[in-house]
């Protein structure tokens, strides 16, 4: 998928998010600033959440509730490990009692630093590639 603005690549997060199940752990690349936390607003848009979705950067994980009970899933956890130090520091702050729960997606930004932590997970991994000043390649590697 081509997305030619930050609208479009936040319309495209909230049609793929309509195919998440729980337990899938989503795994975001792309260079910084390639639209990983724009995709993220996109799917949070879609299960109805109203907070301000921002990038977990300094805190590592934020937690979000579905309030809608059409959903099946009640949470969407989204990770930025862009500056993690070692897993362990994730495990810490209890990633994993969110990985792979069947009520639960979780978003990872960067996630090629916390491999061992993705093992036997369900992962659908999505790289977002800088075409232009405003595009960006979107494509979905299941």
Request: hydrophobic letters at 35%; proline letters at 2%.
């Amino acid at each position: 998928m081509i997305s030619k603005s930050k609208q479009e690549t936040i319309d495209f997060g909230k049609k793929i998010a309509a195919s998440f199940k729980g337990g899938d752990v989503v795994l975001l690349q792309g260079e910084l600033g390639a639209g990983k936390t724009t995709l993220t607003k996109g799917i949070a848009q879609y299960f109805s959440i109203k907070k301000n979705i921002t990038s977990p950067t300094f805190t590592l994980m934020n937690v979000y509730e579905v309030e809608s009970k059409k959903y099946k899933i009640k949470r969407v956890i989204h990770i930025d490990t862009y500056r993690l130090e070692k897993e362990h520091d994730l495990i810490d702050i209890g990633v994993e009692d969110y990985l792979g729960q069947p009520n639960t997606v979780c978003l990872i930004e960067w996630p090629e630093k916390i491999k061992n932590l993705l093992r036997g997970k369900k992962v659908i991994k999505i790289r977002i590639e800088h075409v232009g000043d405003n595009e960006r390649n979107i494509i979905i590697i299941n």
